[in-house]
């Protein structure tokens, strides 16, 4: 529990900006590229943005001229940042890490935060 921590969520206007942020255990952060997802109430989950170790990045479709997903490697820390926000990017937002091998106490497998809530509208 904890090794994955969003926040940031919030109530914001259509054309608004919000950036949300993560927080990741050090071991996770290192050996794992950190993902952005949300889901919509009736929707499947989606992935929205990712960045590897090295600060590759990948952006759904929808979202890659709006969106901007950034590493802070000092604190272990990973953020979107969302401009230009529309009612459909109202859902709420999780990060997942993939790791791939044992690191400290932590096994392989997918990693969630527990989600921070976006709402846009009027």
């Known amino acids: 529990q904890g090794h994955l921590v969003e926040s940031g969520g919030a109530s914001v206007q259509p054309g608004g900006s919000l950036t949300l942020s993560c927080a990741v255990s050090?071991?996770?952060?290192?050996?794992?590229?950190i993902d952005w997802y949300r889901q919509a109430p009736g929707e499947q989950r989606e992935l929205v943005a990712s960045v590897t170790q090295l600060g590759y990045t990948n952006y759904a479709e929808s979202t890659k001229d709006r969106f901007t997903i950034l590493r802070d490697n000092a604190k272990s820390a990973v953020h979107l940042q969302m401009n230009s926000l529309k009612p459909e990017d109202t859902a709420v937002y999780y990060c997942?890490?993939?790791?791939?091998?044992?690191?400290?106490?932590?096994?392989?497998?997918?990693?969630w935060g527990q989600g921070t809530r976006v709402t846009v509208s009027l």
């Open positions: 050090r071991g996770i952060f290192v050996v794992s590229p």
């Open positions: 997942h890490a993939r790791v791939p091998i044992t690191v400290g106490d932590v096994q392989p497998g997918d990693y």
